[in-house]
């Protein structure tokens, strides 16, 4: 495991909104030339929200799927492998990336190296090495980076940040946050058919640093995400999406513990007992695929004046308790947050903006002025940096970090165990199995 300092993952996080201007690019008024990696999808929402900037290059290794992105850009030179791209497209400034979580690091370092800024589908990558690998390069290569989350910039998440930060509830020690995913299927086993790779689609290349598979379906174009071997779950799909409001409202570092409960360990409230059948089935462990439902808890020590906090994940259609005071008839919604304080609680949505406040003064309660930055845009920020502008918000210092938390409570949920998390070795203390998941072994023809 590359040894990154704690300290130095999260002195560039804070430094975020105060950052000077950091990268010497082109002038505010010229235009970036950027290329699309993974365009079929996400990919094409990321291109169709810089369309301000030059669109030059469209890589897809399925053609049929990013058959509409090509259409609305014609003028774009069209290729199956980024690697063949980056290497003929010599005018590219910037690389877009919207391809599946296991090909982020192989397309971002690639780009990176030879000094193109990127944006980066979240989560940034597919396991911690890469992710702390990838924040060290950008600074390195003194690249514009943002991952996309694209909440980081707006008005409710900032906002919910100020009303924990303003003193309402007290100390923070507990915050839930709970998810409608997944919504692709988990908790299932390789399928045994081996259909044709549909004409028009790269199979190899798709899989790009996968270990070998036949084709099927069920990976392609969407499910994949289930899949430990080129997704993250429900987890790392969504929790960058949140963790994001909750760092920035508590000024959290790395965490030094993580446990999971999965729906591989649960057993139904209804079983009959009598029938052993049912413990039997729920002890099979599906070890391709992610759980149906899980509980994540995340231990992060004191900071400051702050005492420790601990973070918990739902997904699965797993609900928390809902907060004393809240109106019986209210219930909660698909995906929120939760913050728990010593004199109150604060449920927002998922990615912010305040619906309930429990606390003694609550009915008084002025919400604070407005102390965090506001943004011009996601998109906008980014943008801005490759010409020489501030770092953006989820820029890849920051946003290592939450992909990092993210990922140890995915392998948490893989191994099931409580484990010990050192931040400054980036290595579990207590469990081998676990760090053997910390990276992933690439295909021949494959590295960064």
């Known amino acids: 495991m590359d040894r990154i300092s704690r300290r130095g993952l999260l002195s560039g996080a804070a430094a975020i909104a105060a950052a000077p201007a950091a990268f010497a690019a082109k002038s505010p008024s010229d235009r970036l030339n950027i290329a699309g990696v993974g365009v079929g999808a996400m990919g094409a929402n990321y291109l169709a929200d810089c369309e301000s900037e030059n669109i030059v290059a469209l890589c897809d290794v399925d053609e049929n799927y990013a058959a509409k992105t090509f259409a609305r850009y014609p003028k774009a030179v069209r290729y199956r492998d980024f690697r063949e791209m ?41 396991t911690i090495e890469e992710a702390r690998l990838l924040a060290r390069t950008a600074k390195e290569k003194n690249v514009a980076t943002q991952m996309s989350v694209q909440s980081c910039a707006s008005d409710p998440a900032l906002t919910t940040a100020e009303w924990v930060q303003s003193g309402v509830l007290g100390p923070v020690r507990e915050v839930h946050v709970w998810t409608d995913r997944p919504v692709w ?38 499910n994949w995400r289930g899949w430990t071997d080129f997704g993250t779950g429900a987890l790392g799909d969504m929790g960058c999406h949140t963790l994001h409001v909750i760092f920035t409202a508590l000024k959290l570092g790395l965490p030094i513990a993580v446990q999971a409960s999965t729906s591989f360990q649960m057993v139904p409230a209804t079983a009959d007992k009598a029938d052993q059948s049912w413990m039997r089935a729920r002890k099979v462990k599906h070890t391709e695929t992610f759980p149906d439902a899980s509980i994540v808890t995340w231990d992060f020590p004191a900071r400051e004046k702050q005492p420790p906090a601990r973070v918990h994940w739902y997904d699965g259609g797993i609900r928390p308790a809902r907060p004393l005071g809240m109106d019986a008839s209210a219930t909660l919604d698909g995906d929120g947050l939760m913050f728990v304080g010593d004199l109150g609680v604060l449920v927002s949505g998922f990615t912010g903006g305040v619906k309930f406040l429990s606390a003694p003064n609550a009915r ?85």
């Not at 801005?384 to 953006?392: L, V």
């Not at 469990?431 to 992933?440: E, F, G, H, P």
């Open 185 to 222: 299927p988990q908790g299932v086993d390789r399928p045994a058919d081996t259909p044709p790779v549909p004409k028009g689609f790269d199979w190899q290349l798709w899989l790009g640093p996968a270990p070998e598979r036949p084709y099927n379906p069920i990976y392609h174009p969407f």
């Open 364 to 448: 008084d309660f002025v919400p604070p002025q407005k102390t965090l930055p506001r943004s011009i845009g996601h998109y906008k920020e980014w943008i801005a940096a490759a010409k020489g502008g501030k770092p953006a918000n989820c820029n890849f210092e920051f946003g290592a970090i939450l992909t990092e938390v993210a990922l140890l409570g995915v392998i948490a949920q893989r191994t099931g165990k409580s484990l010990a998390w050192d931040p400054d070795a980036g290595e579990f203390t207590n469990n081998d199995a676990a760090n053997k998941l910390l990276k992933m072994p690439y295909r021949p023809g494959w590295s960064l």
């Open 86 to 126: 980056l290497a003929k497209e010599q005018g590219i400034d910037a690389v877009i990336i919207g391809t599946p979580d296991h090909t982020h690091a192989s397309v971002a370092m690639a780009a990176m190296k030879l000094g193109k800024h990127v944006y980066c589908a979240k989560p940034m990558t597919h």
